[in-house]
C-alpha cells in the first residue's frame, strides 16, 4: 500500500469533550488523495486516548511533564508518511467537508510553499469579549495572503511588520515534511509555529494563509492563565522579532485604560443584546492581565531576566 499524501497531526491531553466532534469532521472530508492520523497524546485519563487508537494508524503516549510545543510535534512528524503534514489541535473543528483539500491545495501546487494555515473563527457558545479578541489576530482575517522575502526585505522590517510576515499558526496549519526534516520545530515552551514560520521564509520558502479553510476554535480562559501565556507569548515574541508591544510603564497605563472600557463596552452590549457577556470582574480582570503580561514579557527578554514558569501553560 502507497504512502498516504497527507499525515493529520493530533497533539492530544484530556480532549474527549471536543475530539469526537474532530474526528467526525476528519472523517467527512472529501478528497482526492489519501491521509491518516498520527497522534501523540500526553497522558490523558478521560479516554482520549482510546478514542484515537479507533481512527489514527499510530498513537503515541508521553507522560504530561514530557510535552514540549515544539518537540512533541517533531515527535509526532517523525512517525508520520505523508508528504504533507497538518497540525491540528485537539479542539480546532474543521467546518465543511472540503477543509482538508482546501488547506493543502497552496501546498501541492507550488512546491516553494513551505505551509499554509487556515481561518479560525470562535466557538459557537464564545463570549462577546473571545470574539473580538480572536478579531485581532491575524488568522481571524477573511482574505487569503502570500508571503516570500529574502532576508535582506526581512531586515528592513520593523518589529511589528516582521510578526506579520512570519505569523504562522499550528491550531491548524499545513507543512510540507521535507521543509520541516531541514527545519524542525524549536524546543520551545510557546511559539513554535512562528519561529518555524520565521525560519521557512529566511529559508526562501512561502507561506501562505488560506481563508477559505476554516477552524472552529477560542478560548474562555482564566485571567491568570491569560497572564502567565501573555507573559510567555511576548518574552518570544521579543526574542524574535524584537517587538515590544507595550514598552513603558506610561503606554502600559494607556493600555489598561483602553481595554478597561472597551471589555467593559463589550461586554455591557454582550448582555444588553441577549450575546454571552463573561461579568464585570471577568472582563475588568482579563482588560489588566493582557497588557500587563504583555509588559512584563517583553520587560523581562529585553533585560534578559530568567523567565518565569508556569504550571499548565
Not at 108 to 129: H, I, K, M, W, Y
Request: charged share 20%; with cysteine.
Amino acid at each position: 500500500m502507497s504512502a498516504p499524501l497527507v499525515s493529520i497531526v493530533l497533539v492530544t491531553r484530556n480532549g474527549a469533550a471536543t475530539l469526537p466532534e474532530v474526528l467526525d469532521a476528519i472523517a467527512r472530508q472529501r478528497t482526492d488523495f489519501t491521509f491518516e492520523i498520527v497522534a501523540v497524546d500526553s497522558g490523558s485519563s478521560d479516554g482520549t486516548a482510546a478514542l484515537l487508537e479507533r481512527v489514527a494508524r499510530r498513537v503515541i503516549r508521553i507522560a504530561p511533564s514530557a510535552f514540549n510545543h515544539g518537540l512533541t510535534r517533531n515527535l509526532a512528524l517523525e512517525h508520520a508518511e505523508g508528504k504533507l503534514a497538518v497540525l491540528l489541535v485537539q479542539d480546532a473543528i474543521p467546518q465543511g467537508r472540503d477543509w482538508l483539500a482546501v488547506l493543502v491545495a497552496p501546498l501541492r501546487a507550488d512546491p516553494s510553499v513551505a505551509g499554509a494555515f487556515c481561518r479560525q473563527q470562535p466557538r459557537r457558545d464564545a463570549s462577546e469579549l473571545t470574539r473580538r479578541m480572536l478579531q485581532t489576530w491575524v488568522a481571524a482575517a477573511t482574505e487569503s495572503r502570500r508571503v516570500s522575502l529574502t532576508t535582506a526585505e526581512y531586515e528592513r522590517l520593523g518589529p511589528p511588520a516582521r510578526l506579520r510576515a512570519c505569523a504562522f499558526d499550528n491550531v491548524c496549519s499545513c507543512i510540507r515534511r521535507s521543509v520541516w526534516q531541514q527545519i524542525p520545530f524549536a524546543e520551545t515552551a510557546i511559539a513554535e509555529d512562528l519561529e518555524w514560520g520565521k525560519a521557512a521564509l529566511l529559508a526562501g520558502y512561502q507561506l501562505h494563509f488560506v481563508a477559505d479553510a476554516v477552524v472552529e476554535h477560542s478560548h474562555a480562559r482564566p485571567p491568570r492563565y491569560e497572564l502567565a501565556r501573555t507573559y510567555l507569548m511576548h518574552r518570544r515574541l521579543f526574542e524574535l522579532f524584537h517587538l515590544r508591544t507595550i514598552p513603558s510603564i506610561g503606554v502600559l497605563a494607556r493600555a489598561v485604560a483602553g481595554t478597561v472600557r472597551s471589555h467593559l463596552a463589550w461586554d455591557r452590549d454582550a448582555a444588553r443584546s441577549g450575546g454571552r457577556a463573561v461579568g464585570m470582574g471577568h472582563a475588568l480582570a482579563l482588560a489588566i492581565a493582557w497588557p500587563l503580561g504583555q509588559y512584563l514579557g517583553g520587560l523581562s527578554a529585553a533585560r534578559r531576566w530568567k523567565p518565569l514558569r508556569f504550571e499548565g501553560v
